[in-house]
């Protein structure tokens, strides 16, 4: 009986320890690289390196935009704590927990903000770490504690592995004397420093050197949003969910199914990061100017090294650690434009003291808008607009920026928005009809100072009556009433035609965001609903509407020849060659530009724009918008007229007079451009 138990308990034995084994081989064998992968799944972590993004330089080589390298200060924010004998993650902020953090990011409306002040009042009150920093960096201790509750919301949100010790932004662009205190601290004192959850890191900065004086060529960068993050992604479709928005600036709360789609730093699937068109979330992006139009340009490609959560000490709190680089960073490339920095510098400080002149004796601020051209080939020199921004300060100013008073400094009034040209427009009226034929450079029309039709009154400058006038003259002087019967005799469908083939209703092409594409009257390219009073007006310049680089663009081709160039910033020469050329009689040509010439030099309407050394060819603008509104104020002009190397045009919105407002501006900036220095009385 003995042995028969024995034998019975020997089988048992046998039997669980073959169990054992085959479970053993199973996991080791079969199921050995899943849990493998498993196992290294839960300990290590690919981090993103931002790239250094690349530079904007000028034709000369000087920065307009540049990455600087910064002193930035994270937070590791996750620590591991004893409860019961069991060990779990918290944060390292106190009564401020992950519970709490979560329970804020879930809730909604009131109660999220109820709570978040909560959070923030003990973490600026009563957390330890929150008044060093204060003290250390000189930031109030509400800055800091709204950065601690930033950097420990991001960290709540992610649930990959290893997110609580991951290091979150916390404060950005500390002096270098702070970045080396803390380090030294750290180093010093280790686990029991003051500073132990905060890591010193490396970053980059984009700097201005030019600010507001080249803010709209240069543009500024800003974090690409989450709902941008999706549409690149392509995870939403135009009917599908919409990303839900967070009460934090720069920050984004996904929804349960959002989450499920995308993470705030990084997406895996089997081990592999998902890139958004090769961005990453929360990445710095182009918002405007060069910085948006060449964004995949200059920005880079992020690098990766693999963390490792491991122990600092037998009993010590879990970090990550870099293990290994999977991927280099790649520095974003340098941008070269056509801009000259001088010149455009100069232009901006011009255009600043003259309207602060006017603002001062009329009592009103004055927007502005100008540009610098080469002729020949497109390439800008120099653009400006007025307000401005300063690319820096676009984060710290957003509220005062898009406020209603601001007089919306964002937009670039050069190309992005729209303006009656007025007499500006008469040059291109009469190279119409001169190429046309529907007028010769000895065809004569009667001015006497108004024209009656259909019971209204269409008038020459203050009823003036010039008599007897020709083209040339009519240029000079700018007869309103030679370019009515100019334009009645052409037709309106021919100057519509005409319009659009010299660059107008139709965007340039250049190389910025939002350009406007003006408008031309519909009825003067079909005839429906169209009259002669219409087209009296269409021959001056009212009804229609351009941009001052349409302007810029029509110019160019009276002084190059009848080549339709395209604006560009981009320094390469391929964008240098015209997108068409004009079917134009050097005689036509040669009209307009004698005609334009005499406006400055032979005491026509652009009399103030002359000098002695040079010979400018131009033409003022007085353009009506709104009844009972003051005037817009233009001025168009090249130079030299022997040899056309720059276009310039201005525009100063309700500033009144062409000739006596903008022409004296565009002397200056024309004496600038060629380093003229005349005295005031000299010619103009």
Known sequence: MFRVRV???????????????ARLAYLQLAQGPALRRQGEKRIHRLEQIPPRRGSILDRDGRVLAEDAPVCNLYLV?????SDNGRRRQELVLGEVTVGAVRQILSAGG???EQERRLALNYLREQLPLTRALAEMTGRSPSTVAKALLHAAERAAADEAPGALHTPRMLLRDVDTDVYLRILRDRNLFGEQSQFAAVEPRLGWRREYP????????TGYVGQLTAAEYAQLRGAWGPHGPRPGEGSIPGFFVPT?????LMQLYELTRDGRTIRAAGHLANDL???SGVEQTYNNMLRGAHGQRLLRLTRTSAHGPRVLRTVDTAAEVQTGRDVAVTLSASVQRRVYEILVEETELMRRAEGRPFNAACVLMQPDTGAIEAMVSLPTFHPEEVGERYQEYVHPRSRSPFLNRAISENYPPGSTFKPVVALAALAAGAITPETEFNCQGVIRYAGHDYICMRRHAHGRIKVHEALRVSCNVFFYNTARVLGARKLHAFATDIGFATRTGIDLPNEAAGSLPIGSGTGRGWGLGSTFHFGIGQGIAVTPIQMAVAVSAIANGGAVVRPHLLADERLDRPRRRLNLSEQALQVVRDGMKAVVNDNGTGRRAAFDTLTVAGKSGTADWKQDARTHAWFVAYAPVEDPQIVVVLIIPEGGLG???CAPIVKRILAEYFDIHETEGGVG
């Open 7 to 21: 034998g019975v308990i020997a089988a048992l034995f046998v039997l669980l320890y073959g169990a054992l084994l």
């Open 77 to 81: 924010p996750g620590q591991w704590v």
């Open 285 to 287: 992006v182009g918002r």
């Open 659 to 661: 000739g006596s407002t």
């Open 110 to 112: 009131t109660q999220r």
């Open 210 to 217: 030019y600010g507001d004086a080249a803010a709209h060529i």
């Open 256 to 260: 349960e199914k959002e989450r499920e």
